[in-house]
């Protein structure tokens, strides 16, 4: 019984080894930054491909992409006449090598990308522990959410908060 092994007479199966990474890819904009699924996927800590498909992430990332535009495309557009080819290219202070509007951007779409995957997903499980699972979520939602905000307001060079006198 070749690949297979005994324990207490049950019988272990065969060891299989961990699929190989799926390389994600890239979604890219003539415009703005290249946005690299698998990079996104770390760093927002979005689950596996088994739980999150390439195909729900890429999705995301189209409507995170969408809600920034129609925040910063007339800036962005502005830029773009002034000789800007890029968002990379805005003359910004640059944060270890990199503009801090791309990192600015790439927050944002993280952000945004994973409200998308979490608002969802509450919807898979309906149970009562599923109900109290999506109240928990609530808090996470609404600082993604705020973190989004601050870095769209970041790349347009306002202030992260509001104040009016009373």
């Not at 324990?7 to 080894?17: A, D, I, R």
């Not at 930054?33 to 992430?57: N, W, Y």
């Not at 080819?85 to 509007?101: E, M, Q």
Request: a negative charge.
């Amino acid at each position: 019984m070749s690949g297979f092994g005994t324990l207490g007479g049950e019988c272990l199966g065969s060891v299989v080894p961990d699929p190989a990474p799926v390389v994600e890819g890239t979604i890219a904009d003539d415009w703005y930054p290249a946005i690299d699924l698998d990079r996104l996927r770390l760093d927002q800590r979005i689950g596996t491909i088994h739980v999150v498909t390439p195909e729900r992430l890429r999705a995301a990332v189209r409507e995170a992409l969408l809600s920034i535009d129609n925040q910063i495309g007339a800036q962005a557009a502005a830029w773009e006449v002034a000789g800007h080819a890029s968002l990379a290219d805005v003359p910004a202070k640059k944060i270890d090598g990199t503009s801090r509007l791309v990192i600015a951007f790439h927050r944002a779409i993280g952000a945004l990308a994973k409200v998308e995957l979490v608002e969802r997903h509450r919807d898979l499980d309906t149970t009562p522990a599923g109900d109290r699972d999506a109240a928990a979520l609530e808090p996470t939602i609404g600082e993604l959410r705020r973190d989004a905000v601050h870095a769209i307001r970041d790349i347009l060079g306002r202030s992260r908060t509001d104040v009016e006198m009373l």
